[in-house]
Protein backbone atom coordinates (compact mmCIF):
# COMPACT_ATOMS: atom_id res chain seq x y z
CA UNK A 1 0.00 0.00 0.00
CA UNK A 2 0.87 3.55 -0.62
CA UNK A 3 2.11 5.26 2.46
CA UNK A 4 0.29 8.73 2.26
CA UNK A 5 2.85 11.74 2.46
CA UNK A 6 2.07 14.77 4.28
CA UNK A 7 3.45 17.65 2.15
CA UNK A 8 6.71 19.01 4.45
CA UNK A 9 5.61 21.90 6.03
CA UNK A 10 7.01 25.50 5.55
CA UNK A 11 9.96 25.77 7.44
CA UNK A 12 9.38 28.34 10.23
CA UNK A 13 10.64 32.10 9.99
CA UNK A 14 12.11 33.49 13.02
CA UNK A 15 10.43 36.91 14.20
CA UNK A 16 12.85 39.44 14.19
CA UNK A 17 15.80 36.84 12.14
CA UNK A 18 19.69 37.34 11.58
CA UNK A 19 22.10 35.02 10.06
CA UNK A 20 25.18 33.61 11.75
CA UNK A 21 27.98 34.24 9.32
CA UNK A 22 31.12 32.85 11.64
CA UNK A 23 31.19 30.49 14.77
CA UNK A 24 34.70 30.51 17.03
CA UNK A 25 35.22 28.29 19.98
CA UNK A 26 37.66 29.38 22.24
CA UNK A 27 36.81 26.95 25.17
CA UNK A 28 34.30 23.95 26.03
CA UNK A 29 33.05 26.67 28.05
CA UNK A 30 32.92 30.02 25.54
CA UNK A 31 32.42 30.34 22.08
CA UNK A 32 31.94 33.90 19.61
CA UNK A 33 29.71 34.48 16.93
CA UNK A 34 29.26 36.95 14.20
CA UNK A 35 26.03 37.56 12.41
CA UNK A 36 23.92 40.03 9.90
CA UNK A 37 23.13 43.40 11.27
CA UNK A 38 19.08 44.74 10.77
CA UNK A 39 19.82 47.09 8.59
CA UNK A 40 17.84 49.90 11.03
CA UNK A 41 19.95 48.90 13.92
CA UNK A 42 21.64 51.75 16.18
CA UNK A 43 23.00 50.98 19.18
CA UNK A 44 26.02 52.89 21.61
CA UNK A 45 28.81 50.43 22.34
CA UNK A 46 28.99 48.91 25.15
CA UNK A 47 24.85 47.92 24.91
CA UNK A 48 23.18 45.00 25.27
CA UNK A 49 19.77 43.77 22.80
CA UNK A 50 17.96 40.34 23.42
CA UNK A 51 19.04 37.61 21.14
CA UNK A 52 17.89 33.62 21.42
CA UNK A 53 16.11 31.14 19.15
CA UNK A 54 12.76 29.39 19.00
CA UNK A 55 12.05 27.02 22.43
CA UNK A 56 10.29 24.32 21.77
CA UNK A 57 6.85 25.77 22.74
CA UNK A 58 7.32 27.52 19.36
CA UNK A 59 7.88 30.86 21.51
CA UNK A 60 11.23 32.97 21.37
CA UNK A 61 13.81 31.85 24.51
CA UNK A 62 15.74 34.76 24.51
CA UNK A 63 18.20 35.93 26.85
CA UNK A 64 20.65 39.66 27.49
CA UNK A 65 23.62 39.56 24.93
CA UNK A 66 25.83 42.26 25.47
CA UNK A 67 26.91 43.30 21.90
CA UNK A 68 30.80 42.67 21.46
CA UNK A 69 31.40 44.48 18.05
CA UNK A 70 31.62 47.84 17.58
CA UNK A 71 28.86 50.42 16.29
CA UNK A 72 30.56 50.87 13.27
CA UNK A 73 30.84 47.24 12.45
CA UNK A 74 28.67 45.96 9.23
CA UNK A 75 27.84 42.70 11.14
CA UNK A 76 27.04 41.69 15.25
CA UNK A 77 29.26 39.90 17.20
CA UNK A 78 28.55 37.83 20.55
CA UNK A 79 30.86 36.71 22.97
CA UNK A 80 29.21 33.58 24.99
CA UNK A 81 29.34 31.11 28.05
CA UNK A 82 27.89 28.05 27.15
CA UNK A 83 25.90 26.84 30.18
CA UNK A 84 25.74 22.89 29.78
CA UNK A 85 21.58 22.95 30.99
CA UNK A 86 21.09 26.38 30.18
CA UNK A 87 17.82 26.98 28.70
CA UNK A 88 19.43 29.04 25.90
CA UNK A 89 23.22 28.04 25.69
CA UNK A 90 22.91 24.37 25.69
CA UNK A 91 20.84 24.90 22.12
CA UNK A 92 23.07 28.32 20.94
CA UNK A 93 26.44 26.69 21.61
CA UNK A 94 25.37 24.45 18.36
CA UNK A 95 24.56 27.22 16.00
CA UNK A 96 26.71 27.14 12.57
CA UNK A 97 27.08 29.92 10.17
CA UNK A 98 23.83 29.99 7.74
CA UNK A 99 21.39 29.25 10.90
CA UNK A 100 19.52 32.12 12.07
CA UNK A 101 18.77 33.65 15.36
CA UNK A 102 16.21 35.91 16.80
CA UNK A 103 17.43 39.40 18.01
CA UNK A 104 15.23 42.33 19.26
CA UNK A 105 16.85 45.46 17.90
CA UNK A 106 15.83 47.45 20.73
CA UNK A 107 19.81 48.17 22.53
CA UNK A 108 19.87 49.28 26.15
CA UNK A 109 22.73 49.18 28.81
CA UNK A 110 24.53 51.62 31.27
CA UNK A 111 28.01 50.69 30.17
CA UNK A 112 28.01 53.62 27.78
CA UNK A 113 29.69 56.58 27.15
CA UNK A 114 27.11 58.99 27.73
CA UNK A 115 26.66 57.76 31.52
CA UNK A 116 30.61 58.70 32.76
CA UNK A 117 31.25 62.27 32.84
CA UNK A 118 34.78 63.39 31.07
CA UNK A 119 37.70 62.10 32.85
CA UNK A 120 41.81 61.35 31.87
CA UNK A 121 41.78 57.45 32.86
CA UNK A 122 39.01 54.98 32.34
CA UNK A 123 39.43 51.24 33.40
CA UNK A 124 37.19 48.56 32.06
CA UNK A 125 37.42 45.50 34.36
CA UNK A 126 36.21 42.24 33.30
CA UNK A 127 35.40 38.61 34.80
CA UNK A 128 34.64 35.94 32.34
CA UNK A 129 32.22 36.99 29.35
CA UNK A 130 31.94 40.22 31.14
CA UNK A 131 34.81 41.79 29.00
CA UNK A 132 31.83 41.21 25.72
CA UNK A 133 30.62 45.20 26.25
CA UNK A 134 34.63 46.01 26.18
CA UNK A 135 35.45 44.21 23.03
CA UNK A 136 32.53 46.62 21.73
CA UNK A 137 34.24 49.94 23.62
CA UNK A 138 37.83 49.10 22.86
CA UNK A 139 37.20 49.31 19.28
CA UNK A 140 35.16 52.49 19.36
CA UNK A 141 37.22 55.70 18.75
CA UNK A 142 34.83 57.52 20.67
CA UNK A 143 36.38 55.74 24.03
CA UNK A 144 39.91 57.47 22.77
CA UNK A 145 38.74 60.31 21.89
CA UNK A 146 37.78 60.70 25.87
CA UNK A 147 40.14 59.28 27.74
CA UNK A 148 43.91 59.47 27.09
CA UNK A 149 44.77 55.98 28.85
CA UNK A 150 42.66 53.14 28.70
CA UNK A 151 42.71 50.18 30.76
CA UNK A 152 41.36 46.99 30.06
CA UNK A 153 41.92 44.49 32.87
CA UNK A 154 40.23 40.35 32.56
CA UNK A 155 39.92 37.77 34.97
CA UNK A 156 39.13 34.44 34.40
CA UNK A 157 39.81 30.68 35.91
CA UNK A 158 42.45 29.91 33.37
CA UNK A 159 44.78 30.86 30.27
CA UNK A 160 42.68 29.65 28.06
CA UNK A 161 39.43 31.79 28.71
CA UNK A 162 41.83 34.86 28.86
CA UNK A 163 42.67 34.29 24.84
CA UNK A 164 39.08 35.96 23.27
CA UNK A 165 40.49 39.43 25.02
CA UNK A 166 44.53 38.55 24.34
CA UNK A 167 43.44 38.38 20.24
CA UNK A 168 41.21 41.28 20.57
CA UNK A 169 43.81 43.53 22.49
CA UNK A 170 46.64 42.46 20.11
CA UNK A 171 43.94 42.95 17.31
CA UNK A 172 43.41 46.65 18.21
CA UNK A 173 47.11 47.24 18.05
CA UNK A 174 48.25 45.57 14.47
CA UNK A 175 44.96 46.43 12.66
CA UNK A 176 45.96 49.49 10.15
CA UNK A 177 42.15 51.51 11.38
CA UNK A 178 42.33 50.25 14.88
CA UNK A 179 45.74 51.20 15.73
CA UNK A 180 45.13 54.80 14.56
CA UNK A 181 42.68 55.61 17.17
CA UNK A 182 45.63 55.15 19.57
CA UNK A 183 47.76 57.45 17.58
CA UNK A 184 51.00 55.44 17.53
CA UNK A 185 50.77 55.23 21.44
CA UNK A 186 49.99 51.79 22.43
CA UNK A 187 50.56 52.40 25.84
CA UNK A 188 47.31 54.48 25.43
CA UNK A 189 45.73 50.97 25.85
CA UNK A 190 46.96 48.44 28.51
CA UNK A 191 45.81 45.25 29.13
CA UNK A 192 45.98 43.55 32.09
CA UNK A 193 45.05 39.42 32.51
CA UNK A 194 44.63 38.03 35.35
CA UNK A 195 43.96 34.22 36.42
CA UNK A 196 42.74 32.62 39.42
CA UNK A 197 42.91 29.04 39.18
CA UNK A 198 45.32 28.25 36.81
CA UNK A 199 49.13 29.36 36.66
CA UNK A 200 49.78 32.39 34.87
CA UNK A 201 52.40 35.32 34.90
CA UNK A 202 50.02 37.10 36.81
CA UNK A 203 47.80 35.53 39.11
CA UNK A 204 44.42 37.07 41.55
CA UNK A 205 41.36 38.76 41.65
CA UNK A 206 41.45 42.07 40.11
CA UNK A 207 39.89 43.05 43.80
CA UNK A 208 42.64 41.70 45.92
CA UNK A 209 45.38 43.08 43.86
CA UNK A 210 43.94 46.56 43.62
CA UNK A 211 43.50 46.35 47.43
CA UNK A 212 47.06 45.46 47.87
CA UNK A 213 47.93 48.64 45.41
CA UNK A 214 49.86 45.77 43.28
CA UNK A 215 47.50 46.85 40.33
CA UNK A 216 48.55 50.67 40.60
CA UNK A 217 52.11 49.82 41.52
CA UNK A 218 52.47 47.49 38.02
CA UNK A 219 50.79 50.40 35.40
CA UNK A 220 52.63 53.21 37.65
CA UNK A 221 49.59 54.91 38.87
CA UNK A 222 50.14 57.17 41.87
CA UNK A 223 46.29 56.95 43.19
CA UNK A 224 43.10 56.20 41.57
CA UNK A 225 40.53 59.67 41.93
CA UNK A 226 37.56 61.21 40.79
CA UNK A 227 39.35 64.16 39.45
CA UNK A 228 41.28 61.50 36.95
CA UNK A 229 39.24 58.23 36.82
CA UNK A 230 36.22 56.77 35.29
CA UNK A 231 35.22 52.97 35.45
CA UNK A 232 33.01 50.53 33.97
CA UNK A 233 32.54 46.95 35.58
CA UNK A 234 30.92 43.92 34.08
CA UNK A 235 31.13 40.18 35.63
CA UNK A 236 30.04 38.01 38.23
CA UNK A 237 27.75 39.87 41.15
CA UNK A 238 30.41 39.08 43.45
CA UNK A 239 32.85 41.50 41.29
CA UNK A 240 30.02 44.21 40.96
CA UNK A 241 29.87 44.70 44.89
CA UNK A 242 33.55 44.27 45.42
CA UNK A 243 34.35 46.77 42.77
CA UNK A 244 32.13 48.68 43.80
CA UNK A 245 32.67 48.94 47.25
CA UNK A 246 36.52 49.38 46.28
CA UNK A 247 35.79 52.21 44.02
CA UNK A 248 33.57 54.08 46.47
CA UNK A 249 36.45 54.33 48.97
CA UNK A 250 38.57 55.74 46.49
CA UNK A 251 35.43 58.48 46.00
CA UNK A 252 34.15 57.40 42.55
CA UNK A 253 30.01 57.63 42.73
CA UNK A 254 27.83 55.34 40.43
CA UNK A 255 26.44 57.02 37.35
CA UNK A 256 23.33 56.22 34.84
CA UNK A 257 22.12 57.39 31.46
CA UNK A 258 19.98 59.71 33.03
CA UNK A 259 22.76 61.08 35.72
CA UNK A 260 26.38 60.85 34.15
CA UNK A 261 28.97 60.13 37.15
CA UNK A 262 32.61 58.21 37.47
CA UNK A 263 31.92 54.79 37.41
CA UNK A 264 29.01 52.37 36.31
CA UNK A 265 28.09 48.62 36.03
CA UNK A 266 26.27 46.03 34.34
CA UNK A 267 23.91 44.83 37.25
CA UNK A 268 22.76 40.61 36.66
CA UNK A 269 25.17 40.29 33.89
CA UNK A 270 26.12 36.59 35.91
CA UNK A 271 23.18 36.12 37.99
CA UNK A 272 19.38 35.29 37.55
CA UNK A 273 19.23 37.32 34.82
CA UNK A 274 16.78 39.93 33.58
P1 LIG B 1 20.47 30.88 32.17
O1 LIG B 1 19.29 30.17 32.74
O2 LIG B 1 20.27 32.28 31.68
O3 LIG B 1 21.64 30.87 33.21
C1 LIG B 1 21.91 29.73 33.98
C2 LIG B 1 23.04 30.04 34.95
O4 LIG B 1 24.26 30.10 34.22
C3 LIG B 1 22.93 31.40 35.65
O5 LIG B 1 22.14 31.35 36.80
C4 LIG B 1 24.37 31.71 35.95
O6 LIG B 1 24.77 31.11 37.15
C5 LIG B 1 25.14 31.06 34.79
N1 LIG B 1 25.50 32.05 33.76
C6 LIG B 1 24.66 32.71 32.92
N2 LIG B 1 25.36 33.55 32.11
C7 LIG B 1 26.66 33.39 32.44
C8 LIG B 1 27.85 33.98 31.94
N3 LIG B 1 27.85 34.86 30.94
N4 LIG B 1 29.03 33.62 32.51
C9 LIG B 1 29.04 32.71 33.52
N5 LIG B 1 27.94 32.11 34.03
C10 LIG B 1 26.76 32.45 33.50
N6 LIG B 1 26.14 36.07 28.71
C11 LIG B 1 27.11 35.87 27.81
O7 LIG B 1 27.60 34.74 27.68
N7 LIG B 1 27.58 36.89 27.02
C12 LIG B 1 27.10 38.14 27.11
O8 LIG B 1 27.54 39.05 26.38
C13 LIG B 1 26.06 38.40 28.08
N8 LIG B 1 25.55 39.65 28.23
C14 LIG B 1 24.61 39.87 29.20
C15 LIG B 1 24.15 41.17 29.39
C16 LIG B 1 23.22 41.44 30.39
C17 LIG B 1 22.73 42.84 30.60
C18 LIG B 1 22.71 40.37 31.18
C19 LIG B 1 21.69 40.63 32.25
C20 LIG B 1 23.14 39.07 30.97
C21 LIG B 1 24.11 38.81 29.99
N9 LIG B 1 24.58 37.51 29.76
C22 LIG B 1 25.59 37.30 28.85
C23 LIG B 1 23.98 36.32 30.40
C24 LIG B 1 22.92 35.75 29.44
O9 LIG B 1 21.79 36.62 29.42
C25 LIG B 1 22.44 34.32 29.80
O10 LIG B 1 22.23 34.20 31.18
C26 LIG B 1 23.42 33.26 29.34
O11 LIG B 1 23.52 33.29 27.94
C27 LIG B 1 22.99 31.83 29.74
O12 LIG B 1 21.71 31.58 29.19
P2 LIG B 1 21.02 30.17 29.44
O13 LIG B 1 19.58 30.30 29.06
O14 LIG B 1 21.81 29.11 28.80
O15 LIG B 1 21.12 29.97 31.01
P1 LIG C 1 37.65 32.68 41.35
O1 LIG C 1 38.26 31.59 40.55
O2 LIG C 1 38.47 33.05 42.55
O3 LIG C 1 36.21 32.42 41.73
P2 LIG C 1 33.42 32.59 36.53
O4 LIG C 1 34.17 31.77 35.52
O5 LIG C 1 32.91 31.82 37.71
O6 LIG C 1 32.37 33.48 35.87
O7 LIG C 1 34.49 33.59 37.17
C1 LIG C 1 35.32 34.42 36.36
C2 LIG C 1 36.42 35.00 37.20
O8 LIG C 1 35.87 35.96 38.12
C3 LIG C 1 37.14 33.97 38.03
O9 LIG C 1 38.53 34.15 37.85
C4 LIG C 1 36.71 34.29 39.45
O10 LIG C 1 37.68 34.02 40.44
C5 LIG C 1 36.50 35.79 39.37
N1 LIG C 1 35.64 36.29 40.45
C6 LIG C 1 34.56 35.70 40.98
N2 LIG C 1 34.03 36.46 41.96
C7 LIG C 1 34.81 37.56 42.06
C8 LIG C 1 34.80 38.71 42.90
N3 LIG C 1 33.89 38.85 43.85
N4 LIG C 1 35.76 39.64 42.71
C9 LIG C 1 36.70 39.47 41.77
N5 LIG C 1 36.77 38.41 40.95
C10 LIG C 1 35.84 37.46 41.09
Not at 219 to 230: A, F, N, S, V, Y
Request: with cysteine; proline share 6%.
Amino acid sequence: MNQMTMPAAAAPTLPDAQTVTSVRHWTDRLFSFRCSRPASLRFRSGEFVMIGLLGDNGRPLLRAYSIASPSWDDELEFYSIKVPDGPLTSRLQHIQPGEQIILRPKPVGTLVHDALTDGRRLWMFATGTGIAPFASLIRDPETYERFDDVILTHTCRDVAELEYGRALVEGVRTDKMLGELLEGRQERLRYYPTTTREESPKMGRITDLLRAGEVQRELGIERIEPGTDRAMICGSMGLNTDLKEILEGYGLREGANSDPADYVLEKAFVGDGI
